[in-house]
């Protein structure tokens, strides 16, 4: 499923709006996550705080009653790419450091970290890393033959 503009508008706007609950002063929030809940059946994109506060909602109308089975793989390149867009203005959200962005499906349920930010720590996208398991076992049976 190829994003459409309207989609990766929606998903920056969204992510502003998680910005202003958030703007830049001297004292930071005590978050580790903000977690982004899409429901693949309405559509619904919502942010939340650690306590389960909602933080802001839209709807995503290309993401309505998709029944791809990728989806949330899809979604999640869509949102990181809107949120390293914003990389700026994310990473200088007063919440205190480190926290990241989790993306969940509408039943709760951890999908995959989007982000991270943290001064020291740097998540390498999983495309990236795609095969590095069965590289580094390859790697290690040749070692162990020797």
Known sequence: MKATENTMQQIQRAIRKIAEKFPVNDEAALLTDIHIRVSQDTGELL???????????????????????????????????????????????????????????????????LYVVDDDTVIIDP?????????????????LKN
């Not at 933080?55 to 390149?77: H, L, M, S």
């Not at 990389?87 to 349920?109: A, G, Q, R, T």
């Not at 990236?128 to 070692?143: K, P, R, V, W, Y």
């Open 127 to 143: 495309n990236l890393m795609e095969g590095l398991d069965e590289e580094l076992d390859n790697f290690l049976a040749e070692l």
């Open 47 to 113: 942010a939340f705080d650690d306590d389960d506060n909602e933080i802001t909602r839209c709807v995503v109308e290309q993401w309505i009653d998709n029944k791809d089975d990728d989806f949330y793989e899809a979604i999640a390149k869509d949102i990181r790419q809107c949120i390293s867009q914003q990389k700026e203005m994310v990473e200088n959200l007063s919440i205190l450091k480190p926290y990241s962005f989790v993306l969940e499906n509408d039943d709760c349920e951890h999908i995959t970290e």
